[in-house]
C-alpha cells in the first residue's frame, strides 16, 4: 500500500508512475466495487492451500474502463464492466474442448495471481463483460452467481423435476435461484434456519427442509416417495457432500459445487443402483456470465437483499476482520472505490 497517497480519508490517488499499462489488447479498468467471499478470509488467515504470498486479493470485481484501445468488442472508455477472472492458457486439452473454466494452466485473478482490491487493473479486452443498463453493486456479484449458474448449466435441469440444493450460503443461494428459473421444483435445504428461510425467499424455492435427523423423510414425502433427480452440494463440507447421495432418485445426478480439501467417500451399492451421474463444477464462463447479466437485466435477481454487507475502501481492513466473524451474518459482503 505504500504506492498510494492518502490526501484525505476516502480519497486515494496513485501516483503516475505506478499506474498499471495496458499491454495490447487489454483495458486499464478503474476497479469500483470488490465482493468478498470465503476464498478471502480463508487466503487472508493463511488457510487458502493455492495461495502463494504476498498476494493482492479480489476476483469478484466491477470497474469502469479508464483506457482501452480500439477493440473488436465495442468497449469504449466509461464502459461499466464485470470482470471475469479466469485467465485460461487457450491451447491444454480443456482450453481445446471449450472448457476454459477448468483450463489445466488457470489463473484466476486474486488467487493465482494478483487481483482487485486495488484502484485500476489491467485485463484482456476479452474478459471484460460491459452493461450500461445494471449497476456497480449488480455487476459486482456476477461472478459469483456465475458460479451457480455454471453448475446449473452442468445439471441440464427438465422444467418440472425436482431439485435438492443442500447448503444457502451466497453459492447455495445462486444454485437454488437458477434451477427455479429453470424450472425445477426447487428444495432448500441448510442447518441454519434463518439461513434457510432466507434461501427460501430470495431464491423463490418450491420447498425450504431443515437439515437433521427427518430431512431425508421430509425430502422423501415431498417427492412422492421418489427422491429428487437432481442433487447440488454447496456446502464445502465432506460429511455432507458424502451424505448428498443418499438424497438422489435413482437415474439422478449428483453435483458438487462447493469443493473441500479433503477426501470423501461414497457408499459404491448406492452410487450403482442409482446409476447416478457424478458432476463437479468449477468455476463459469463468459457464457454464464451473460446467462447471469440477462437474469438481471429482466429483474429476475434481486441484488440489493443478496449484498448484505458495505464498506468504504478506507474502512475495508476493519471490516473485514468484521465480517469473518460468523455473528455478523454476511451473505455478500462489498468494498466500494
Ligand atoms: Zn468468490
Ligand atoms: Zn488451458
Redesign the pocket.
Known sequence: MDSIVCNEPNQFTLRQEEMPRPLPGEALVRIRRVGVCGTDYHAYRGRQPYFTYPRVLGHELAGEIDMVESNAFGLTKGDRVAILPYL?????V??RNNR?NC???LKVLGVHMDGGMREYLTVPVTHLLPSSALSLDQLAVVEPLSIAAHAVRRAQIVPGEFVLVIGMGPIGLGVSKFATLAGGRVIALDVNEKRLQFGHQWSDTAHAVRAGEDALKTVEELTSGEFPTVVFDATGNAQSMSQALQFLAHSGRLVYVGLVQADFSLSDPEFHKRETTLLSSRNATREDFETVMKFMEQGKVDVDAFITHRAPFAEFVQAFDKWTDPQSKVIKAVVEL
Open positions: 485460461q492458457c487457450g491451447q491444454c480443456a482450453c476454459p483450463c489445466t494452466n
